[in-house]
């Protein structure tokens, strides 16, 4: 093992850890807005709950997302400094435009929405959340815009060792991206959906189960029909005080609604992602053939290619109808990609990890099919204002790790299967690394990054449990659609328990 090896073990670790919390802030910001609007637009006091409720999560997760994401700008200049050096003129613009203008757009509007509760008109406050989700879409854009000129390069051209950016509208708008965006904007929907599928589902199952000492059989109302005395009322009473007394009249109903629109969106996005990933296999086939035919496991270029569900088990020519919308299309295969490879860059082995790529491919699609599958069995048993089977409530919490492994093995795909390249068919990973740092010193920020993140992983863990578990604060009365005025006592009692 070498300083590659493991600054790759790194990077790897590092960007799929802060991955796990860039998918939920695009899907989970717009849910948020979207309950917002629900509750400007009817004044319903349960839209106004789940908005303060879920924008809990949404805080939690953005605040894990901007601290996790820092350190992969170190890693450009402390471990990849040649890849840095190569795209650096390339990159500079996207990123640029990332921080500047997406970034700044959403941290700005969103620390207004926090601290503007009471303190702004309601409409104002609504553009915030707006605003600052929105922005959380933009960023993705630009991110993903570089990301796709790593697989498809375009708008360029190298002098003296660099790439040098000679068309910036190519590069934002490389087809690579605009497939690649929709697609993983749809994936983090999927994956927003989800986990309030999940959060819903468990408090649906906690509002149905009794309380502690509550006496189901026999109402405190009432003592001569229930056969107490007042002696023996009191500490009955005192018995279904906690759990019992927080719950709020109707919040089986709320929570009922918060389910059928997580469903809604998770089937939606669903549909979504399947078009893009369609669009994207095509582009692959184009520009990336290794990785597709290693992500089926095609040794040789075969016409009519047959399509592998797992190995051993094959459905003929469905990789090509695929790949090419014609079953009797051609598609190259890895060991023929190889030899031609060597013939055109040198002698090098070109093939990615092969098990990894074919069997994330597989991870992807098996666990995003079925979270969507998730949401449409259970819009089919909610139907006509039917509440969620028992069953079902508790079933949804596997709608929070399906579609997170899905977008991970996803990620994975996608980064592995273009190695050996980090530019395709410009810049080698093993060209990439910083040749001044040792394999020692790798292996002691890849050591701290593990632990760091580890603990990091414990605190959101507990956090995001810790309000679940405690759900939504009852809400005193209506905040008022103005400025605050006179009534900053009011504005002050509410905002803190707000949640910020």
């Known amino acids: 093992m070498d300083a590659l090896d493991l600054a790759r073990w790194q990077f790897g670790v590092t960007t799929v850890y802060h991955f796990l919390f860039v998918p939920l802030t695009i899907g989970l910001g717009i849910f948020v807005a979207g309950l917002q609007t629900a509750w400007h637009r009817t004044g319903k006091e349960h839209h106004l709950r789940l908005t303060r409720f879920f924008g809990k999560l949404f805080l939690i997760n953005f605040a894990m997302g901007v601290v996790t994401g820092i350190v992969q700008e170190f890693q450009f200049g402390m471990n990849w400094s040649e890849y840095s050096t190569f795209v650096g003129d390339v990159f500079g613009a996207p990123l640029a435009l990332e921080a500047l203008l997406a970034f700044f757009l959403e941290s700005t509007f969103l620390g207004l929405w926090i601290f503007g509760w009471e303190r702004l008109p309601k409409r104002v406050h609504l553009a915030c959340i707006w605003a600052a989700a929105i922005g959380s879409n933009i960023s993705a854009y630009f991110i993903l815009a570089a990301n796709a000129w790593m697989k498809h390069p375009v708008g360029y051209q190298v002098v003296g060792g660099r790439a040098r950016m000679t068309d910036l509208w190519a590069v934002l708008t490389n087809p690579t991206a605009l497939a690649q965006v929709p697609h993983v904007v749809a994936a983090s929907f999927v994956v927003a959906g989800g986990f309030v599928i999940a959060v819903s589902g468990y408090r649906i199952t906690r509002e149905r189960r009794p309380a502690a000492g509550e006496n189901t059989t026999a109402p405190l109302g009432g003592n001569a029909a229930a056969g107490l005395g007042e002696d023996a009322a009191v500490p009955l009473a005192r018995q279904t005080r906690g759990r019992a007394a927080a719950r709020v009249p109707g919040d089986a109903a709320m929570w009922r609604g918060s389910l059928r629109a997580a469903l809604v969106m998770t089937a939606?996005?669903?549909?979504?992602?399947?078009?893009?990933?369609?669009?994207?296999?095509?582009?692959?086939?184009?520009?990336?053939?290794?990785?597709?035919?290693?992500?089926?496991?095609?040794?040789?270029?075969?016409?009519?290619?047959?399509?592998?569900?797992?190995?051993?088990?094959?459905?003929?020519?469905?990789?090509?109808?695929?790949?090419?919308?014609?079953?009797?299309?051609?598609?190259?295969?890895?060991?023929?990609?190889?030899?031609?490879?060597?013939?055109?860059?040198?002698?090098?082995?070109?093939?990615?990890?092969?098990?990894?790529?074919?069997?994330?491919?597989?991870?992807?699609?098996?666990?995003?099919?079925?979270?969507?599958?998730?949401?449409?069995?259970?819009?089919?048993?909610?139907?006509?204002?039917?509440?969620?089977?028992?069953?079902?409530?508790?079933?949804?919490?596997?709608?929070?790790?399906?579609?997170?492994?899905?977008?991970?093995?996803?990620?994975?795909?996608?980064?592995?299967?273009?190695?050996?390249?980090?530019v395709q068919g410009e810049l080698l990973t093993a060209a990439s690394v910083s040749p001044g740092v040792s394999l020692g010193e790798v292996a002691i920020s890849l050591t701290v990054f593990t632990l760091l993140y580890g603990a990091l992983a414990v605190a959101e863990v507990r956090l995001l449990v810790r309000h679940v578990k405690a759900g939504p604060d009852p809400v005193p009365a209506s905040p008022s659609p103005g400025l605050p005025g006179d009534a900053d006592a009011d504005a002050a009692h509410l905002t803190p328990t707000l949640m910020y």
């Open 268 to 422: 939606i996005a669903g549909v979504v992602v399947a078009g893009t990933g369609d669009l994207s296999a095509q582009y692959m086939r184009e520009q990336q053939p290794m990785k597709l035919a290693s992500a089926e496991g095609l040794r040789h270029d075969t016409t009519g290619a047959p399509y592998s569900l797992v190995p051993g088990v094959e459905v003929p020519n469905l990789l090509s109808l695929l790949a090419a919308h014609d079953p009797g299309a051609r598609i190259e295969g890895v060991e023929d990609i190889q030899r031609r490879y060597q013939a055109e860059f040198g002698p090098a082995d070109y093939r990615p990890n092969i098990p990894v790529v074919y069997w994330s491919f597989r991870v992807m699609i098996g666990f995003g099919l079925s979270a969507v599958g998730l949401s449409l069995l259970g819009l089919w048993l909610t139907r006509r204002r039917r509440p969620a089977p028992a069953w079902f409530a508790r079933a949804c919490l596997f709608a929070l790790p399906l579609p997170i492994l899905a977008v991970i093995a996803g990620w994975l795909l996608s980064e592995i299967g273009r190695q050996p390249w980090t």
